[in-house]
C-alpha cells in the first residue's frame, strides 16, 4: 500500500512539476505581464493540473477491477466484465478521455464503468 502510495505520489509530482515548469517557461519568455495575463495562464494551468490528478486517481481506482462485477441497477443482477473501452469523463475538474473497465448485465443489456458515478457522468455527456 505504502509502495503504491510512492508511486502515485510520483506520478502526481510529474504532472505539477509539468505545470510548474510551463508557467516558468511562459514567464521567462512574456514581458511585463498583467494581472490579467498572468491569471489566465494560471487557471489555465490549474484546470489542466485538477484534469491530470483527476486522471492519475481514476486510473488507478483502474487497476482494480470489481470481482465480483457490480450489481446491475436495474435487475440486481452481478454485472461481468466486459472490455477496457475508452470514454469521455465531464468532472468537475473538467473533461477526460481515459480507458476504463466497461461492466455488462446479459439479461439487462445495460453497461457501466464503475464506479457508478463515471457511469452518471457518461449518461449526462450523452443527454
Ligand atoms: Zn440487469
Redesign the pocket.
Known amino acids: 500500500m505504502k509502495r503504491r502510495r510512492e508511486e502515485l505520489e510520483a506520478a502526481l509530482l510529474a504532472e505539477a512539476k509539468a505545470a510548474i515548469d510551463e508557467l516558468l517557461d511562459w514567464h521567462e519568455e512574456t514581458e511585463a505581464p498583467t494581472l490579467t495575463q498572468i491569471e489566465d495562464v494560471v487557471l489555465d494551468l490549474r484546470k489542466q493540473l485538477g484534469e491530470r490528478m483527476t486522471e492519475v486517481v481514476l486510473e488507478e481506482q483502474e487497476a482494480v477491477r470489481p470481482v465480483p462485477g457490480p450489481a446491475?441497477p436495474?435487475?440486481?443482477?452481478e454485472?461481468h466484465y466486459k472490455d477496457m473501452k475508452g470514454t469521455t469523463i465531464r468532472a468537475r475538474s473538467g473533461e477526460m478521455k481515459l480507458e476504463r473497465a466497461y461492466y455488462y448485465?446479459k439479461?439487462?443489456h445495460?453497461g457501466l464503468f464503475p464506479p457508478g458515478s463515471t457511469a452518471e457522468a457518461e449518461n449526462a455527456k450523452l443527454e
Open positions: 446491475c436495474e435487475c440486481g443482477r454485472m448485465c439479461d439487462c445495460g
